[in-house]
């Protein structure tokens, strides 16, 4: 049975929820083909969505530079989310709002001629560290491979080009680390499949600034450092520069902040996470029962 290999959830498409298993993509749609889509990532913790409206923000943006504005509206899209959530019934949520190019008659070239397909889904909640392993932390390959140039794909649009990084996973894995983190045209360090990077040194925080996605969660963690009056730089980070930082954590709506304890196997400080790094997870998580920060799902349900 297909439906045997779906989690828990719902999906919404073409105007109604409907079961995971009943969310399909008719094979000549350009998001299937092309990987012509956008598409955005919030989470639902104990039945509270996190930073909503900032990750509606990106999605809205994504599909204005692509030239296929989004379909649905802002008040629309929250019931929609809202609506999976409910259905899947679960309070842990990984959720998904996704726009493709859609399909073009008669299989025409010109993506102009597509009407653009909106589909979501709620999925249980998933990590790239999971909890229990925080004290151990992520064991990283900074790989050689190149993160795609920011002046190919606008890395600030959520995509699905990932080949760069699913070959960099299977590299990490060949050489028994968890993840990998690729790097960028000077040979610094990008992102990793699904996270951003920081880095801790005596002047407080860095991140790359640029040729990644601005992952809300990094945002999260500028915020969260103003709070914390801990001060951050958006910079150039050099493999040599990671590598001899006092603490480095990956940040992600999937898992929060995540330390990342050994780089291509050298340990990072003492090889376990850092107090910036606990510091920071333990407001993270706070926030999540926040109401400046967070929204209980219910509110949006009709
Ligand atoms: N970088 C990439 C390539 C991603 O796909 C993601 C999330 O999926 C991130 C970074 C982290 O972004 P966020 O914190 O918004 O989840």
Same mark, same amino acid.
């Given at each position: 049975?297909?439906?045997?290999?779906? !989690?828990?959830?719902?999906?919404?498409?073409? =105007?109604?929820?409907?079961?995971?298993?009943?969310?399909? &993509?008719?094979?000549?749609?350009?998001?299937?083909?092309?990987?012509?889509?956008?598409?955005?990532?919030? +989470?639902?913790?104990?039945?509270?969505?996190?930073?909503?409206?900032?990750?509606?923000?990106?999605?809205?943006?994504?599909?204005?530079?692509?030239?296929? !504005?989004?379909?649905?509206?802002?008040?629309?899209?929250?019931?929609?989310?809202?609506?999976?959530?409910?259905?899947?019934?679960?309070?842990?949520?990984? $959720?998904?709002? &996704?726009? *493709?190019?859609?399909?073009?008659?008669?299989?025409?070239?010109?993506?102009?001629?597509?009407? %653009?397909?909106?589909?979501?889904?709620?999925? !249980?909640?998933?990590?790239?560290?999971?909890?229990?392993?925080?004290?151990?932390?992520?064991?990283?390959?900074?790989?050689?491979?190149?993160?795609?140039?920011?002046?190919?794909?606008?890395?600030?649009?959520?995509?699905? #080009?990932?080949?760069?990084? $699913?070959?960099?996973?299977?590299?990490?894995?060949?050489?028994? #680390?968890? /993840?990998? &983190?690729?790097?960028?045209?000077? @040979? @610094?360090?990008?992102?990793? %499949?699904?996270?951003?990077?920081?880095?801790?040194?005596?002047? =407080?925080? +860095?991140?790359?600034?640029?040729?990644?996605?601005? =992952?809300? *969660?990094?945002? *999260?963690?500028?915020?969260?450092?103003?709070?914390?009056?801990?001060?951050?730089?958006?910079?150039?980070?050099?493999?040599?520069?990671?590598?001899?930082?006092?603490?480095?954590?990956? /940040?992600? *709506?999937?898992?929060?902040?995540?330390?990342?304890?050994?780089?291509?196997?050298?340990?990072?400080?003492?090889?376990?996470?850092?107090?910036?790094?606990?510091?920071?997870?333990?407001?993270?998580?706070?926030?999540?029962?926040?109401?400046?920060?967070?929204?209980?799902?219910?509110?949006?349900?009709?």
């Amino acid at each position: 049975m297909e439906e045997d290999i779906f !989690p828990k959830g719902a999906a919404w498409m073409n =105007g109604e929820f409907i079961q995971l298993s009943e969310a399909h &993509i008719p094979i000549l749609d350009w998001g299937f083909l092309r990987s012509d889509a956008t598409y955005d990532v919030v +989470h639902v913790w104990k039945g509270r969505f996190f930073r909503l409206d900032k990750h509606i923000d990106r999605f809205f943006e994504s599909t204005e530079k692509l030239r296929m !504005p989004c379909i649905v509206s802002r008040d629309e899209l929250k019931k929609i989310l809202a609506g999976c959530v409910h259905r899947s019934g679960l309070d842990d949520v990984y $959720v998904e709002m &996704i726009q *493709t190019r859609g399909m073009s008659p008669k299989f025409d070239r010109d993506p102009r001629k597509s009407k %653009p397909r909106f589909i979501a889904f709620a999925v !249980p909640f998933g990590w790239i560290l999971k909890p229990e392993d925080f004290e151990k932390g992520l064991d990283v390959l900074v790989s050689a491979r190149r993160r795609i140039p920011t002046n190919s794909i606008d890395s600030r649009i959520k995509n699905y #080009h990932w080949l760069d990084l $699913v070959s960099g996973m299977y590299e990490a894995y060949d050489l028994d #680390h968890d /993840t990998v &983190i690729l790097v960028d045209e000077e @040979n @610094n360090i990008s992102e990793g %499949p699904g996270f951003n990077i920081f880095c801790v040194d005596k002047d =407080g925080l +860095h991140s790359p600034s640029q040729g990644v996605l601005e =992952g809300i *969660t990094r945002h *999260t963690v500028l915020d969260l450092a103003k709070e914390l009056g801990v001060p951050f730089q958006l910079s150039s980070i050099s493999l040599e520069k990671l590598q001899d930082s006092n603490e480095v954590f990956a /940040t992600s *709506t999937a898992g929060g902040i995540m330390p990342i304890t050994r780089i291509n196997d050298k340990l990072v400080g003492k090889g376990v996470p850092g107090k910036i790094t606990r510091i920071l997870h333990q407001s993270y998580w706070d926030k999540h029962t926040h109401p400046d920060w967070s929204q209980s799902v219910s509110d949006f349900l009709e």
